[in-house]
């Protein structure tokens, strides 16, 4: 018992990494469907 790993950290560098992969999915989803999200308010604006 005494000599057992400290895992205190594992879980926040988890969380992070859990983080980080949706935060990099996100930005490519706005990056390839940002010019068409665009080009739909534009065609809204320029009806009105």
């Not at 665009?38 to 009806?47: K, L, M, P, Q, R």
Request: hydrophobic share 65%; aromatic share 6%; no cysteine.
């Amino acid at each position: 018992m005494l000599f057992l790993p400290r895992e205190e950290g594992q879980g926040l560098v988890e969380y992070a990494l859990i983080l980080v992969l949706i935060a990099i999915v996100v930005i490519a989803i706005l990056v390839l469907v940002g010019p068409a999200v665009g080009n739909v308010f534009s065609t809204i604006v320029n009806a009105i």
